[in-house]
Structures are given as C-alpha cells and as structure tokens.
C-alpha cells in the first residue's frame, strides 16, 4: 500500500515505531559514578597526533563548514596542520 496523505504517513510511522519500541517506565538509573558540582575541568592535553586522527575521521564529502572551508582541505593539508594545530588549541584556557 502507498500512502500519499501527511497524516496516513504519520499514523503509519506511529503504528510501527509504537510496535518497536520500549515503554518508559519514569525510572530514571542510577549511575555508579557521580562528580561533585564543584567540581572543574583544569587541564585538556590535545596532542598533535590527537588532531591528526580527528581530521582522518572527518568526511571529505559534505559540504563546507562555518568557515567556508571543505573538509577535503583540512585532509589534504593535516600533516602540515596538525602540530599548529595543537599547540594553538594549548593556549585556550579551560574557563
């Protein structure tokens, strides 16, 4: 069957995912670890090699970022990046 109509699609899309999925029951787990609110993120130590393998994950095939420049460039280009990279990414103090 072809459904054509917006709220046929809707109700079909429903039906299954009502079908598959699981009930909340409003429990919420308890976690083994917990971090006290006072507590701070001091220090990121971000290593070249770190950059390296981060810009080896991006995907060459979508389209530009905010900075108008093509992940395709930072691939091509990382091995001369990624040290200046990293150490720029050194200076940034954790707030």
């Given at each position: 069957?072809?459904?054509?109509h917006s709220t046929e699609k809707a109700n079909a899309f429903n039906?299954?995912?009502?079908?598959?999925?699981?009930?909340?029951?409003?429990?919420?787990?308890?976690?083994?670890?917990?971090?006290?609110?006072?507590?701070?993120l001091k220090f990121v130590n971000i290593k070249e090699e770190d950059?390296?393998?981060?810009?080896?994950?991006?995907?060459?095939?979508?389209?530009?970022?905010?900075?108008?420049?093509?992940?395709?460039?930072?691939?091509?280009?990382?091995?001369?990046?990624?040290?200046?990279?990293?150490?720029?990414?050194?200076?940034?103090?954790?707030?």
């Open positions: 069957m072809i459904l054509t039906r299954y995912f009502s079908s598959v999925a699981v009930r909340d029951n409003g429990l919420v787990p308890l976690c083994c670890m917990s971090a006290e609110l006072n507590e701070t950059v390296n393998r981060s810009i080896v994950k991006l995907k060459s095939s979508v389209s530009v970022g905010p900075d108008n420049l093509p992940p395709l460039l930072f691939k091509k280009v990382r091995r001369s990046i990624s040290r200046a990279l990293a150490m720029q990414y050194a200076k940034y103090e954790i707030v």
